[in-house]
């Protein structure tokens, strides 16, 4: 898959934008909640995380920085426990 990467709310709202490379994650990457605000902006190269930015539904930051491991973390965790569309645990 090569490419811009693109999903959408039922609402017709962004949810996720990105690109791939050889099926591979390259560049930045933004998530949004359903009710706009954006949730996310990680950076990066060949499938590894390099830096990134999270935000709660209030706008908050929760996270900025570098260290890949806690970015890896968050974003892993972020994905396997919240559904986008409800921004609760599921």
Known sequence: MDG???TWFADGKIRNQG???SGK????WKSWYNSGQ?????NFEVDKILECSFWNNAG??????KDT???NDIY?????????ESDEPG
């Open 4 to 6: 811009s990467f693109n």
């Open 19 to 21: 690109i791939f490379l």
């Open 25 to 28: 994650r390259i560049g930045q």
């Open 38 to 42: 954006q949730s996310s902006i990680v």
């Open 60 to 65: 908050e930051i929760v996270y900025q920085g």
């Open 69 to 71: 491991k806690r970015c």
């Open 76 to 84: 892993t965790g972020y994905y396997n426990t919240y559904s986008l």
